[in-house]
């Protein structure tokens, strides 16, 4: 397992992450929670993602039950989780689905997190959807008093185009450690919109030009939110068909990853990892899967794995047409 430097929490982690935004789903929840904790830790992963609304706050409490049952050591783990997404009828009946970065509702939010983990700080809290009526001062205000009352060590954002982040680092008290976005081989828009000259295709995607290139300049962590493209690219079959234009790469890449599986002698998921850490980013994929042998192939990946040809080959086949 390949580790990163965190400088803003003193420490390295382990480059693929658990993401647990399933812990909490289903009638009971626990058990298949508890396989994935216990197999992540057992092939070296310490850094675990959360959301305040993860399974409306049940995916948290199920961590933190867990952690106390296994007593685990808080501090070798690393535990982020994000806020600022707020479902309609919160707090009553009528509320829109909306995003709030007011100071009150990311302590509030910070605070009720740290229950439901039974812990009482956050390694990495994350802005986790830019909200268009944030007003920097506040969240800085927000992040100051989380910081200065040991909640909260480092801070982030998730989704954010550059521009948003710009916008938001000179309030910062210390540097913003990651931008957490969709980033897969069935997601490829990172790359598709860093692509000058090549207009006849449109572009797609929530992360805007040159975001890759802007979080290595800054120092920037680029965390990749669905890695594994849900199951689509390994073997997975939709309950609904896929929309295009995700079905028709789907059909090109999966058997592209599974003839590199086979002959690699390897999982398909360590071939869509890797294909993710071969970029010199260095990408840390937070991988969701519960199921003990997906996370054992996901923490099996690393970036020497595919070549250069096998690399492009793989982006060539989910972009569905040539390079210019
Ligand atoms: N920042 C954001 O806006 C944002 C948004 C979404 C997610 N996230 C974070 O990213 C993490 C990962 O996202 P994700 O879980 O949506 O995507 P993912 O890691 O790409 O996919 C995991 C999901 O796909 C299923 N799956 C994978 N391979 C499969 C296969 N071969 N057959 C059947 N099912 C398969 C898994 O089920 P099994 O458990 O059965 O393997 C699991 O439900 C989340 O846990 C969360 O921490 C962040």
């Known amino acids: ?120 700080y956050l390694d990495i809290l994350l802005l986790h959807r830019p909200d268009f009526l944030m007003d920097p001062e506040e969240v800085a205000s927000a992040f100051a008093h989380l910081r200065e009352s040991g909640k909260v060590r480092a801070f982030g954002v998730s989704n954010q185009t550059p521009s948003q982040i710009a916008l938001l680092r000179p309030y910062m008290a210390s540097p913003l450690v990651a931008n957490q976005v969709e980033f897969s081989l069935l997601k490829t828009s990172l790359l598709d919109t860093a692509m000058v000259s090549e207009g006849r295709f449109p572009t797609s995607g929530c992360a805007g030009d040159g975001t890759l290139d802007f979080h290595r300049i800054q120092g920037i962590h680029t965390q990749a939110w669905a890695p594994l493209a849900y199951g689509y690219l390994s073997g997975r079959t939709p309950g609904d068909p896929l929309p295009e234009p995700y079905r028709s790469a789907a059909e090109r890449v999966t058997p592209m990853v599974l003839n590199l599986a086979r002959a690699h002698g390897c999982a398909p998921e360590t071939i869509l990892l890797s294909w993710i850490l071969r970029h010199p980013a260095g990408i840390q994929p937070i991988v969701g899967t519960r199921d003990p042998a997906r996370i054992a192939a996901s923490a099996a990946a690393t970036s020497d794995l595919l070549s250069r040809e096998d690399w492009y080959r793989l982006y060539l086949a989910s972009r569905g047409r040539p390079l210019p």
């Open 1 to 120: 397992m390949e580790r990163i430097r965190y400088p803003a929490i003193h420490r390295t982690v382990s480059q693929t992450a658990l993401g647990c935004m399933h812990f909490g789903q289903g009638d009971a929840p626990l058990p298949r929670a508890r396989a994935a904790l216990e197999t992540a830790l057992a092939v070296g992963i310490d850094f675990f993602d959360h959301a305040d609304i993860y399974a409306g706050g049940r995916s948290e409490s199920v961590f933190g039950q867990i952690m106390e049952e296994l007593k685990l050591d808080r501090s070798a783990l690393v535990l982020q989780s994000k806020c600022g997404i707020r479902f309609a009828d919160d707090p009553a009946p009528g509320a829109p689905h909306r995003f709030d970065f007011s100071r009150e509702h990311i302590i509030r939010s910070v605070e009720g997190s740290l229950q439901r983990l039974r812990t009482d």
